[in-house]
C-alpha cells in the first residue's frame, strides 16, 4: 500500500508518498505526471516516520537550508535509464544549474538531452531530486513539471541569479 500526506509549502500544496517507510514521491498540487505509473491502494497516513523526516528537511529547505538528499530513505522508481538520470540529479550542487546536455553527456557521448529531458520531466520527487537545477542549452530556463513559475522560485530561493538564465515561456 502507498501512504499520502500533504505539506502546505510556501510554493503551495505538495503530496508526499511514501511506500514500506521509505519515499517514492513528491509532487506540487496539479503537476504533470502526478504520481506517476504506481497502481497500488493508496491512503492517507500522516504519521509515517519518513513523512515526518521529509517535513523536517522541507522546513529546512524553505529556511533556506541546504538539508542533505541522504538523510532521507528514497526508494525511485522508475526504469534504468531514468533511474540513472534521477541519480545524476541528485549530484547538483545547492543553487547551481547544469544543462540536458550536461547531463547527457554524462550518461554516454550519444545520448540525447531530449531523452534526458523526458527522463527529468518524470521525476517523481520534485525538489528533493533536484529536477529544477536543470536548464536548457545556453542558459534556457524551460519547463519544469511543477510549473515554470515554482522552478524559478526553487532556484531563486537557492540564491541562483534568474536574471543571468533565459526565461522561456
Not at 521509505?22 to 506540487?28: D, S, V
Not at 524553505?62 to 545524476?88: A, H, I, M, Y
Not at 520534485?126 to 513539471?145: E, M, N
Request: proline letters at 3%.
Amino acid at each position: 500500500m502507498i501512504y499520502t500526506t500533504c505539506y502546505d509549502s510556501p510554493l503551495g500544496k505538495l503530496t508526499l508518498a511514501g511506500k514500506n517507510n521509505k519515499l517514492i514521491g513528491l509532487w506540487f498540487e496539479g503537476q504533470k505526471h502526478f504520481f506517476g505509473n504506481f497502481k497500488d491502494k493508496t491512503g492517507e497516513n500522516n504519521d509515517l516516520t519518513i513523512f515526518k523526516k521529509t517535513e523536517k528537511w522541507l522546513d529546512s529547505y524553505f529556511r533556506g537550508g541546504n538539508p542533505s538528499v541522504k538523510n532521507l530513505d528514497l526508494n525511485l522508481q522508475g526504469t534504468e535509464f531514468r533511474l540513472k538520470v534521477w541519480n545524476l540529479l541528485k549530484e547538483i550542487p545547492y543553487g547551481e544549474v547544469v544543462s540536458y546536455g550536461d547531463i547527457a553527456k554524462k550518461i554516454s557521448s550519444d545520448m540525447s538531452s531530449q531523452a534526458v529531458g523526458g527522463a527529468v520531466g518524470h521525476n517523481p520527487i520534485s525538489i528533493i531530486v533536484p529536477c529544477h537545477r536543470v536548464v536548457g542549452f545556453d542558459g534556457k530556463l524551460t519547463g519544469y513539471a511543477g510549473g515554470l513559475e515554482n522552478k524559478i522560485k526553487l532556484l531563486e530561493l537557492e540564491g541562483v541569479k534568474i536574471r543571468d538564465l533565459k526565461v522561456i515561456f
